[in-house]
């Protein structure tokens, strides 16, 4: 079975940069389509990010377009969100995600696999 697993969360001021990692635990098929989602307590899931890996097609929602950057290395199986200028509001749980069907939906009932986690805290 695909596992992903996250690291790089952690706790930084406001304006700071941190990079999250999703490492699989296999190659990605070409077809794939990897997503960073993020969750606050009594807040629904909502996606940050997705690339789909086949051509390296990316797209933001609108709160992170501009300060953050979804990407993908197929030689490590590993896909990195890079957070810039980071926000309060940016406070949240991460969550790795893999579709293997390549549908890059929004519903993250869509998403076969999942990572663990991985909490960021920005603080003033």
């Known amino acids: 079975q695909v596992k992903l697993v996250e690291s790089g969360g952690g706790s930084v001021q406001v304006g700071g940069s941190l990079r999250l990692s999703c490492k699989a635990s296999?190659?990605?098929?070409?077809?794939?389509?990897m997503a960073w989602f993020r969750q606050v307590p009594g807040k629904e899931r909502e996606r940050v990010a997705f690339?789909?890996?086949?051509?390296?097609?990316?797209a933001y929602d609108d709160s992170v377009k501009g300060r953050f950057t979804i990407s993908h290395d197929h030689a490590s199986d590993t896909t990195y969100l890079q957070m810039n200028r980071l926000e309060p509001e940016d406070t949240a749980t991460y969550y790795c995600?893999?579709?293997?069907?390549?549908?890059?939906?929004?519903?993250?009932?869509?998403?076969?696999?999942w990572g663990q986690g991985t909490q960021v805290t920005v603080s003033s």
């Open positions: 995600a893999a579709d293997f069907k390549g549908w890059c939906l929004l519903n993250p009932a869509q998403y076969n696999y």
């Open positions: 296999g190659s990605a098929p070409r077809r794939a389509c």
């Open positions: 690339i789909y890996i086949g051509a390296f097609t990316t």
